[in-house]
């Protein structure tokens, strides 16, 4: 029996529009309208920013904070939602406004550490283990802005402390090359698990690979996962596209290359990622075009268009691929693989 996918996004996917441009083009949908959207949408794993989950935590105290969490578990539990994981959002508070790990003001990499403690405590009040940690701002708009050798160990020492002040915690790292930064520190897989394997506690560091984040790397997101699939760390996803090396567009899946949507269902599929806990993440966004009654119709097409891929994966002619793989004719291959995928045998 082939395993069945679970699907996640966050809030933050459905959204009012703007962009560096324009401002709000649509209606602010409050929270709990969103929550009620993820079910219908065909989603059950909700994934949060700390501050997604508690607003006004930079306000609250360590107990009201994991208090309110829990609060907003009860909302899921009700709605039978899930929490995926909690980021810890550095990048909007003044105090990040230059990185929070790698911040070279020594106050603001304090402050960057006890957010990221709360920020497990709230993972915990929201029932779940998991953290997510995209390095935003842990980078340059100019290298000679930093000691980049000095904000590497900041950046391990940070994992540490965290990793020693919540035993329970597992921590996923979401690489991006750039954006906000012109240059960002961590911005492979290949850079996250190597982090990985030089902190306090290996077993419980991993990856998030967004397909995007891969693809402005000049990299392929499938390939990128194999990696991580290879290691046992690839412990979330967020699938999306991009078209080229531009801004990070988070267009549908698949929206920008199919073969390549096709090769990141593909790897998923050899390593039976479906029967184990983990979600697919989509991290689309809508266009800014789209009317306020039609604004999360990306969220459902990229998890119809995956399930597609998943179905044109297990419906291969999977002898013929292989015989042609044994003959090395990859020419007869790729024609299977693009027929395929058009429908035309
Ligand atoms: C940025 C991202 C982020 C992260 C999110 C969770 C807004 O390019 O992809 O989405 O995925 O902050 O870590
Ligand atoms: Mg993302």
């Not at 930079?58 to 994991?66: F, G």
């Not at 550490?113 to 929201?126: M, N, T, W």
């Not at 982090?195 to 997101?221: F, K, M, T, Y």
């Not at 531009?246 to 039976?272: H, I, M, P, S, T």
Request: hydrophobic share 45%; with cysteine; net charge negative.
């Amino acid at each position: 029996m082939p395993g069945t996918y679970r699907f996640s996004f966050g809030p933050w996917n459905i959204h009012e529009g703007a962009d560096p441009f324009g401002p709000p083009i649509r209606p602010t949908v409050a929270f709990a309208r969103k929550l009620e959207q993820y079910r219908g949408l065909g989603f059950e794993g909700v994934q949060f920013h700390d501050d997604d989950a508690v607003p006004d935590m930079e306000k609250l105290s360590p107990a009201q904070i994991t208090a309110q969490a829990k609060e907003v578990k009860k909302v899921l539990d009700d709605a039978g939602l899930v929490a995926e994981f909690s980021a810890p959002r550095l990048w909007e508070d003044p105090r990040g406004v230059d990185g929070g790990f790698t911040s070279n003001d020594p106050a603001a990499r304090r402050w960057a550490v006890e957010r990221a403690k709360r920020c497990a405590d709230i993972a915990h009040g929201l029932g779940t283990n998991f953290m997510v940690w995209w390095l935003a701002r842990e980078g340059t708009y100019i290298r000679e802005a930093k000691n980049a050798i000095e904000a590497h160990r900041w950046l391990l020492e940070s994992l540490n402390e965290i990793l020693l002040y919540d035993r329970q915690i597992t921590i996923a790292i979401e690489p991006k090359p750039n954006e906000p930064m012109d240059h960002a520190y961590i911005p492979t897989i290949g850079h996250a698990l190597a982090l990985a394997a030089q902190s306090a506690d290996p077993s419980r560091v991993g990856g998030l690979i967004e397909s995007a984040h891969a693809i402005l790397a000049g990299l392929d997101p499938s390939d990128e996962m194999a990696f991580a699939l290879a290691a046992g760390k690839l412990w979330s996803v967020h699938l999306n596209d991009q078209n080229g090396l531009k801004f990070d567009q988070d267009k549908a899946f698949g929206a920008a290359d199919l073969r390549r949507a096709y090769n990141q269902v593909r790897v998923l599929e050899l390593a039976g990622y479906a029967d184990t806990e983990r979600f697919i993440g989509l991290d689309v966004k809508a266009m800014r075009t789209q009317k306020p009654e039609a604004a999360t119709r990306h969220l459902a097409n990229s998890r119809r268009f995956f399930l597609a891929l998943v179905d044109k994966h297990r419906t291969l002619n999977h002898a013929a691929a292989g015989q042609a793989v044994a003959q090395r004719d990859y020419e007869q291959l790729e024609a299977l693989i693009l027929e395929h995928l058009m429908g035309l045998k």
